[in-house]
Nanobody
Framework: QVQLVESGGGSVQSGGSLRLSCVAS????????MAWFRQAPGKEREGVAAINSDGRTTYAASVKGRFSISKDGAESPLYLQMNNLIPEDTAIYSC??????????????????WGQGTQVTVSS
């Protein structure tokens, strides 16, 4: 059974940094698309960053220049480096995976495997 497990969340002050990790167990796709999503209380799930196995990435406008998604090969964890965090980044962050899409996608409907999420809280 395939599982995605996130870690690295926590509480930081505005301007701080966190690095989230997502480890997949079970079947490994050699060609894949993976992404980070977040959901704040009372808000819809939002795509934050996505990456394809060919290295292409895409970011939400709200995090571009502050967040960086990375994954060094099919067997390695998925990472999200988050710098210069602001209170609006507070949310539960989840990773998602699917066989390779034509392009990295920030749409939740593109993914069919999901982790449980990790809480990120940014205080001012």
């Amino acid at each position: 059974q395939v599982q995605l497990v996130e870690s690295g969340g926590g509480s930081v002050q505005s301007g701080g940094s966190l690095r989230l990790s997502c480890v997949a167990s079970g079947y490994t796709y050699s060609k894949y698309s993976m992404a980070w999503f977040r959901q704040a209380p009372g808000k819809e799930r939002e795509g934050v960053a996505a990456i394809n196995s060919d290295g292409r990435t895409t970011y939400a406008a709200s995090v571009k220049g502050r967040f960086s998604i990375s994954k060094d090969g099919a067997e390695s964890p998925l990472y999200l480096q988050m710098n210069n965090l602001i209170p609006e980044d507070t949310a539960i962050y989840s990773c998602a995976r699917t066989p390779a899409l034509l392009a990295p996608s920030l749409s939740p409907r593109s993914y069919w495997q999901w982790g449980q999420g990790t809480q990120v809280t940014v205080s001012s």
